[in-house]
């Protein structure tokens, strides 16, 4: 009984392991480009972020260095978040072509590690500097109450 059950358990495994279909480089391309488009929305709020907070910087609001010199740093993880879009962007090749799709696919992966660390960066920063502008009491639509900060 007991082979009879392993047998079958390794038959279905067999099965589900065949229908398994590994996504041709064109899925993964039009998943990578998605994730572009995405990000390009994102990209708005980084750099709407960035002037939000560099408005606080130069505004009376910030009482100590120590508090200007988080917001500066922020201000250049929104940069550098920006700069890395652009990096991405710059050396992506829209119109790859390998000599067989194993290329074309192994291409397109490489690609998708790239943008989903572009992501993730897009991500942690704008958490980190909506929380920051929700100290100093600006609204996402970008007006800000300029009434002084507390600690």
């Known amino acids: 009984m007991k082979k009879i059950i392993t047998l079958a358990f390794c038959s279905i495994v067999f099965l589900f392991s065949a229908c398994k279909t590994e996504p041709d480089s064109k899925a993964v391309k039009k998943e990578v480009l998605n994730i572009h488009d ?18 606080v910087l130069k505004s009376d609001q910030i009482k100590s260095t120590e508090d200007s010199l988080k917001v500066a740093d922020l ?5 550098k978040a920006d700069e890395d879009m652009m990096d991405w962007m710059h050396f992506f090749k829209d119109d790859f072509k390998g000599k067989n799709e194993q290329e074309d696919l192994d291409y397109y992966k490489s690609q998708m590690v790239k943008v989903r660390l572009v992501e993730d960066g897009y991500i942690k920063v ?3 500097s909506d929380s920051v ?16 900060h507390k600690h």
């Not at 201000?75 to 940069?79: A, F, G, K, Y």
């Not at 600006?138 to 300029?146: A, H, L, R, S």
């Open 133 to 148: 502008l929700k100290v100093y009491k600006v609204t996402p639509g970008g007006k800000m109450e300029m009434g002084h």
């Open 38 to 55: 995405k990000l390009m929305m994102d990209g708005e709020k980084v750099v709407k972020n960035k002037m939000k907070l560099d408005s």
């Open 126 to 128: 704008t958490r980190a």
């Open 75 to 79: 201000i250049n993880r929104l940069n």
